[in-house]
């Protein structure tokens, strides 16, 4: 089984969730918890932002971590806490929402996985068993009597307007056995159907839910600010709510931010690489040639390391070319690809296209053992239009270019956000190596340094202050 020790700033995290955990039962209050906490960590005692429609005594609050900072590790530590320092139970139910399908998937396959460091962080609970929510709707009470169960799902899956919700709701008389010698207080407790004397109780797996008040860990939480997300959580009456997320809401619904960790801490600990190297070129042939020429300087200096004992490492450009658009002439995919093969010499075989319609990441997955990372594996170029697959991570991405100005490019902080992080979470010998490279067809370079701080404050959860040091010009005059 996989395990790392925790870097400084994440062990700091999970001491802040700890010390709050235990406040909770000090001063029998969320609220008075939080700015207790929040004033002996940082010296300034934070207000608390309660929910409305949940219970009074469930701790509500985020841990705002930047992108490539670990969250979801974070997450799985966690468990741990919950059920030792805030729950005091052996075992738990964890209901965890992811903000997308592929992100679900990814997180479902990683925390069963037993060679995973996100399983060996969720073993320090004790017995554990994680299921999707197919699984977990005919879940048994020995199960949940017997190990903590974590339930992975998309939020979207308890929205009424979804097929997947309405079975939730659903009686299912695999459940039946869970409501069997029920107190009245428990009884009086469940979601109802019907009225008057057509009333009755669902054995359904929100009323599961319900019953065993599920403590919820929300992935990229500022995607789930509706009134709407609040009140599908509220019915299962959760026993806390632990939010992640990068760029945590402060206005609208605002989040109680416990713990704010800074781009410059992961800087420190080796797990992005940084500063961004800017490099903005009108000419777009020209850009691609400075970007193509920027590869095959790291990648000799990879393979130097690599023989001198360092881990394989072959470095990856992400391509943001322009929509296909009916009559005009843009950057499109099929346009760069022609350009890197016809008049750069790149073999097809270095290129892989990653759009809606052509899956050729998924395609890498199936023919090489370790995809992207496999030293097999020849791609050097990934061709993309909006986005990639949303949860795509490989940290041999280094450079993006990007053929769409920065301005109106909300996908490049998706992209930025793929070239941040730090291969194997260790500095290389050759500074070059740690850090990222931004090529951008622009005009001006002013312009594009400034969207690029801003994407990286908006999307990537930067702090202003951070951001000017945090990105820096290739050339000289610029």
């Excluded at 996989?2 to 000090?26: G, M, N, R």
């Excluded at 690599?306 to 995919?333: F, N």
């Excluded at 073999?347 to 892989?352: H, K, L, N, Q, W």
């Excluded at 956000?417 to 190596?433: C, E, F, K, N, Y």
């Amino acid at each position: 089984m996989t395990t790392f020790s925790p870097k400084a700033y994440q062990q700091q995290v999970l001491d802040s969730v700890e010390a709050y955990f235990k406040a909770c039962h000090e001063l029998l209050s969320p609220s008075l918890a939080f700015t207790a906490t929040t004033e002996r960590l940082w010296g300034r005692g934070l207000p608390y932002n309660p929910l409305s429609g949940f219970p009074a005594d469930m701790p509500y609050f985020c841990l705002r971590v930047p992108t490539g900072g670990g969250k979801t590790w974070l997450a799985a530590k966690s468990v741990q806490l919950v059920n030792t320092h805030l729950l005091r139970t052996e075992r738990s139910v964890i209901l965890w929402l992811t903000p997308s399908k592929p992100i679900r998937e990814q997180t479902i396959k990683a925390l069963k996985d037993r060679h995973h460091p996100y399983h060996a962080a969720l073993r320090e609970a004790g017995p554990i068993t994680v299921l999707d929510l197919e699984e977990a709707k005919s879940v048994t009470r020995a199960t949940l009597d017997t190990s903590t169960t974590i339930i992975v799902a998309t939020r979207q899956a308890f929205q009424v307007e979804e097929e997947e919700c309405r079975k939730v709701y659903q009686s299912s008389g695999a459940l039946m056995h869970h409501f069997d010698h029920l107190s009245p207080t428990q009884r009086d407790a469940l979601l109802t159907d019907g009225e008057g004397a057509n009333r009755t109780t669902p054995y359904s797996l929100a009323n599961v839910l319900r019953l065993r008040r599920p403590f919820v860990i929300v992935d990229e939480a500022h995607n789930s600010r509706t009134e709407l997300a609040f009140d599908m959580l509220a019915r299962f009456r959760p026993s806390g709510v632990m939010e992640l997320t990068a760029t945590p809401d402060l206005t609208r619904t605002p989040s109680n931010v416990l713990h704010s960790v800074s781009a410059a801490e992961l800087k420190a600990e080796e797990m992005i690489k940084l500063p961004v190297v800017l490099e903005t070129e009108p000419n777009w042939q020209q850009c691609l040639a400075d970007a193509i020429a920027r590869r095959d300087t790291l990648h000799k200096l990879a393979e130097e390391e690599h023989r001198a004992g360092a881990p394989y490492l072959r470095p990856l450009v992400l391509i943001q070319a322009q929509p296909r658009r009916t009559g005009v002439e843009t950057l499109d995919v099929e346009r760069v690809r022609n350009e890197l093969i016809a008049n750069h010499g790149i073999p097809a075989s270095e290129i892989v296209v990653a759009t809606g319609e052509e899956k050729g990441l998924e395609q890498v997955e199936v023919d090489y053992k370790l995809g992207l990372r496999d030293p097999t594996c020849p791609v050097k170029f990934i061709l993309t239009q909006k986005a990639l697959a949303e949860g795509w991570d490989c940290p041999f991405a280094y450079i993006l270019v990007s053929m769409a100005e920065l301005t109106s490019a909300t996908a490049v902080e998706q992209l930025l956000g793929r070239v941040l992080r730090q291969p194997d979470a260790a500095h290389r010998q050759a500074p070059a190596l740690n850090r990222s490279y931004a090529f951008v067809v622009s005009k001006s370079f002013a312009e594009t340094a400034s969207a690029l701080r801003e994407r990286l404050v908006e999307g990537a959860g930067f702090e202003r202050r951070e951001v000017t040091e945090f990105v820096t010009a290739a050339k000289a005059e610029q």
